[in-house]
């Protein structure tokens, strides 16, 4: 069998109908027929995140807003959380944007609380604070709502930027509600379409803060394409047309179902797979913080998990190992994102126990 | 008729088994068989132009290496040239990034001389010069490998970068016999792919220079490309896996027919269409410097471009009016790239003679 259907936390498994939207004849990206299409993704992202604030999309990997946020909202110092190999490499490429940033580290596989938080800031005068949602690497769900509501509270004037890149989609997530200016992620995850396009959630006092910042590049310039978007409802450059269309067909698709209804669907699956998971293993993340998108599972029988994989692709699927090198083979990770259900989810710990003898 | 054929100078027209290649299974971006997926693409990239350069390809649109020449590149001062909109935008990227450039300023439809570079380079200290090859707006094709010839005879520690985003795949490139130390270009142009991915042939003297410039950031970092080729055959952040499968099915068509073969198709294209435009209008690039993938023909005869496009459409065609306010109305486009044959242009040619009664 040489498709392998993907339980990876991304890329997730699209819809055969979804993929094929991409082999639609392309239109010039400076016609009135693309500025339809754009207007009609963007429209839909709006519907479906809830949200009065702006919304762009850019043809990159999810990872470029860590560029972005470096460059266009950290004027004189950024506080960011790190529990996880991805937060770090927001944490990092802050630093390597050559701005001044400190780090708030928390043990791996615990969560970022909004104590923790609120301390660190008390200590430095910082403009930006930057911390992940959904910890794809140990599966931890940070309280982001939480987190947003204890900061604006006492430092309006921070800039809130999350990383949902495996949260957004699934997770429910109303930018307003978690007092977020900018929340990004991407095509992959919990949208379940090919990756290469990325989308964020901006607020005004986002655009705002760009405008006082200098060095912000061009393709990393939040406000090229904000303009852009304000002046023809267009991109500054060439957007990946092909994936443009499969993310509106697709969001239609998750229109219909609703975000409620799929937040609802991802929970159970969650709750599925931890309960398994805490049968014969043990949940890696603290708990009351698994993430509801991505189980990561402590190996606690030592088990082989590369073998496993190369059983379950004979039965048609494939999971992950634990990221990096601290994680591997000590967790392994169920990506319970996207189109899967819970009856998929079941089916696939079923092969999981048969191989393992669980 | 809803489908327009597209002669725009990108996105042009993909053949139809090449946007199917889109609709394929996704694979995990760190399994094997992405590596192998990967290291065919680059393998081909290599084969194609000729060369032992590095090669990589980036989820974006190809106008995110201008950042990455300013943020990589620049340490003292750049030079870039501009005869058009396209290098206009490299000059204002550069000091969009903070750094130190001066403009050398040709005329819209003339061509960059070596003689001038060479004028401008005597006047100061320069470690970078940047340079578009085929300057989409205007339709000028710059002698890419006299400049570089004359450069590195004189200057050989400047790094050379060139825009070929309209030239390459379809104009014939060496990077080795232009001397270039950077040649991107992307996949919507004379690739004849969906918009999406970005390419770039990169020399060992980039990399060299890139460690030494710091504040390169994260998602522009050539070296956070090239070290994972170089750690693992893949790609730092997750890539655009369909336009991928896309790219490698497409290269493999394009060696096919040959460098050498569809450097010729696109001469033949270009003189079909220079003769036709100087029989009834006059062409805009300054004479021996026109581009062979996009013509910029002068609308001497004040026709009404819109108007015409209007009429295409319903013959299933699409061109392209002139660039920006300076050009608009004043010239027109045709992009004869991709995978465009002498003979479609001569029926598109046809079509427009009857609708202007030429």
Redesign the interface.
């Known amino acids: 069998m040489s498709?392998?259907k993907?339980w990876?936390p991304?890329?997730t498994?699209?819809d055969?109908d979804v993929?094929?939207q991409?082999?639609?004849?392309?239109?010039?990206?400076r016609?009135p027929e693309y500025t339809k299409l754009y207007e009609s993704v963007i429209g839909q992202l709006k519907e479906f995140f809830q949200t009065k604030q702006n919304v762009a999309t850019i043809?990159?990997?999810?990872?470029?807003w860590?560029?972005i946020i470096?460059?266009n909202f950290v004027k004189k110092k950024a506080l960011a959380g790190v529990c996880g190999a991805f937060s770090k490499?927001m944490y990092?490429?802050i630093q390597?944007?050559?701005k001044d940033v400190d780090l708030l580290d928390v043990e791996w596989g615990k969560a970022i609380k909004p104590e923790a938080v609120m301390e660190a800031l008390s200590k430095d005068d910082y403009d930006t604070v930057a911390i992940v949602h959904n910890e794809t690497s140990t599966g931890v769900r940070n309280p982001i709502a939480d987190i947003g509501k204890a900061i604006k509270a006492e430092y309006p004037h921070i800039i809130f930027a999350v990383d949902a890149v495996s949260s957004a989609g699934g997770d429910y997530i109303v930018p307003e509600e978690m007092n977020t200016d900018l929340l990004f992620t991407?095509t992959?995850k919990c949208f379940a379409l090919?990756?290469?396009l990325s989308i964020a959630c901006y607020s005004d006092a986002a655009v705002q803060r760009a405008e006082e910042v200098?060095?912000?590049?061009?393709?990393?310039?939040l406000l090229a394409h904000h303009k852009d978007w304000e002046k023809r409802h267009q991109n500054?450059?060439?957007?990946?047309?092909?994936?443009l269309y499969a993310l509106d067909y697709q969001l239609g698709r998750m229109l219909k179902e609703g975000p409620r209804a799929r937040y609802e669907r991802h929970a159970e699956m969650a709750k599925i797979t931890q309960e398994w998971a805490n049968k014969h293993f043990a949940m890696f993340p603290e708990k009351g913080y698994e993430s509801i998108t991505v189980s990561t599972i402590a190996n606690t029988k030592e088990l082989d998990v590369p073998a496993l994989n190369k059983e379950l692709a004979k039965a048609g699927h494939?999971i992950?190992n634990g990221y990096g090198a601290a994680l591997k083979n000590k967790t392994f990770r169920i990506g319970h994102m996207g189109e899967h259900t819970p009856y998929d989810v079941k089916a696939l710990l079923h092969v999981i126990e048969e191989i393992w003898e669980l």
């Open positions: 498709h392998k993907l990876i991304g890329p498994e699209p055969k993929l094929l991409q082999a639609k004849w392309l239109i010039g990206h016609a043809t990159s990997s999810g990872t470029i860590m560029d470096a460059r490499r990092q490429t390597a944007c050559d991407s992959q090919p990756p290469g200098t060095n912000r590049g061009y393709y990393t310039d500054p450059t060439t957007p990946n047309i092909s994936l494939m992950a």
